[in-house]
């Protein structure tokens, strides 16, 4: 499996726009040491490492938390889909499929849930909040191979989903069958990375091979192309902040970096502080504030960072484990990570 997840994946992850607003958090109820026999930490666990909640599976590639932060949704090569209620970790259903999922988008307060999988199929979910759990659609998406990333706008209305044929593809979920707006083939080599501005009128989208990113106006019925920047390696993912008005790229070394966004345009790039290593994936917190992402440090060691929105480490956490994806919870407060050894709830210094 590739080592980093598309923005679906985690981004996978819908994140609310409340500029600034603290948020009552089930997280914060978590206490190590009260925690049930089965969910205690073994012994060496890092101390800012608060619940694992996947001890007893193999492996997870990608994550999303609902915009609420009340629920989360984790999935991979078991191709088993599980989604818990963070408030008083419980595990509200699962359900196998028939291919190993790539990504995961869990629509603002939605009780929709969208899995993009390796043969190129995305399921809709309804009711995903609860265990009476509906298959609302099946898209036959993407040929030749995985949903590699997907984006829903803010109102929940549009999905962009790309993948392994080069396609970067507009979805109608307002309808009681999602349909197909239009199928972009401007992309030369695989989508990796696509996301919408938070008011819904871009949309950006990154293929790691062209070195590039695309901003398409999604202002109207169907997107229009618009600037297309250069950048100096190629990009993995994009995420925008919740003001809309800045974005953060991952990617190979030299990519990892924020932009300005105005009017449609990226500008005037600030470079993380990545230790000349590959960034994964990057995200913004809930508050706009801070950026948390992944660092590739070698074949048996990835670690968790956060920085400022000027580029400079706030934290940082190592761990002897492939870490895929890796966000802010919507608190502001923890980090979530899929890593080789579960699913790691992480508290933040405060």
């Given at each position: 499996?590739i080592?980093?997840?598309?923005?679906?994946c985690?981004?996978f992850?819908?994140?609310?726009?409340?500029?600034?607003?603290?948020v009552?958090?089930p997280?914060?109820?978590?206490?190590?040491?009260k925690?049930?026999?089965?969910m205690?930490l073994?012994?060496?666990?890092p101390?800012?490492?608060?619940?694992?909640?996947?001890?007893?599976?193999?492996?997870?590639?990608c994550?999303?938390?609902?915009?609420?932060?009340?629920?989360?949704?984790?999935s991979?090569?078991d191709?088993?889909?599980?989604?818990?209620?963070?408030?008083?970790l419980?595990?509200?259903?699962?359900?196998?499929?028939?291919?190993?999922?790539?990504?995961?988008?869990?629509?603002?307060?939605?009780k929709t849930?969208?899995?993009g999988?390796?043969?190129?199929?995305?399921?809709?979910?309804d009711?995903?909040?609860?265990?009476q759990?509906v298959?609302?659609?099946?898209?036959?998406a993407?040929?030749?191979?995985?949903?590699?990333?997907?984006s829903?706008s803010?109102?929940g209305?549009?999905?962009a989903?790309g993948?392994?044929?080069?396609?970067l593809?507009?979805?109608?979920l307002?309808?009681?069958?999602?349909?197909?707006?239009?199928?972009?083939?401007?992309?030369?080599?695989?989508?990796?990375?696509?996301?919408?501005?938070?008011?819904?009128?871009?949309m950006?989208?990154?293929s790691?091979?062209?070195?590039?990113?695309?901003?398409?106006?999604?202002?109207?019925?169907?997107?229009?192309a618009?600037e297309?920047?250069?950048l100096?390696?190629?990009?993995?993912?994009?995420?925008?902040?919740?003001d809309?008005?800045?974005?953060?790229?991952?990617?190979?070394r030299?990519?990892?970096?924020?932009?300005?966004?105005?009017?449609?345009?990226?500008?005037?790039p600030?470079?993380?502080?990545t230790?000349k290593?590959?960034?994964?994936?990057a995200?913004?917190?809930?508050?706009?504030?801070?950026?948390?992402g992944v660092l590739?440090?070698?074949?048996?060691?990835d670690?968790?960072?956060?920085?400022g929105?000027?580029g400079k480490?706030?934290?940082e956490?190592k761990?002897?484990?492939?870490i895929?994806?890796?966000?802010?919870?919507?608190?502001?407060?923890?980090l979530?990570?899929?890593?080789d050894?579960?699913?790691?709830?992480i508290?933040l210094?405060?």
């Open positions: 499996m080592r980093f997840c598309g923005a679906g985690f981004l992850a819908a994140i609310a726009c409340v500029i600034g607003q603290e009552a958090s997280l914060e109820k978590i206490v190590p040491a925690l049930p026999p089965a205690r073994p012994k060496g666990t101390p800012e490492v608060v619940v694992n909640l996947s001890q007893k599976i193999d492996r997870i590639d994550f999303s938390l609902r915009g609420d932060g009340k629920f989360l949704a984790i991979g090569p191709q088993w889909v599980r989604v818990w209620s963070l408030d008083g419980k595990q509200n259903w699962n359900v196998k499929q028939p291919e190993s999922i790539v990504s995961l988008a869990f629509p603002m307060e939605s849930l969208i899995a999988d390796a043969a190129g199929t995305i399921r809709i979910w009711k995903a909040d609860t265990k759990l298959l609302k659609a099946l898209l036959p993407h040929k030749d191979g995985p949903v590699w990333t997907m829903v803010s109102d209305k549009r999905l989903s993948g392994r044929d080069k396609a593809k507009l979805w109608d307002s309808k009681p069958k999602p349909t197909l707006i239009v199928s972009l083939t401007d992309h030369k080599d695989d989508v990796r990375g696509v996301a919408f501005s938070p008011d819904g009128n871009h950006i989208s990154v790691p091979e062209e070195k590039q990113m695309r901003v398409w106006d999604t202002s109207g019925e169907k997107p229009k618009g297309v920047v250069k100096p390696t190629g990009a993995i993912g994009v995420s925008f902040a919740p809309g008005k800045s974005l953060v790229l991952a990617g190979s030299g990519t990892g970096a924020v932009w300005s966004f105005k009017d449609g345009k990226p500008d005037d600030v470079d993380l502080d230790d290593r590959a960034i994964l994936m995200n913004f917190s809930a508050d706009g504030n801070r950026i948390a590739a440090h070698s074949r048996t060691e670690r968790v960072v956060v920085w929105k000027d480490k706030l934290h956490f761990y002897d484990a492939h895929p994806a890796a966000g802010f919870a919507q608190d502001n407060h923890h979530i990570a899929v890593t050894i579960g699913l790691l709830i508290r210094p405060k």
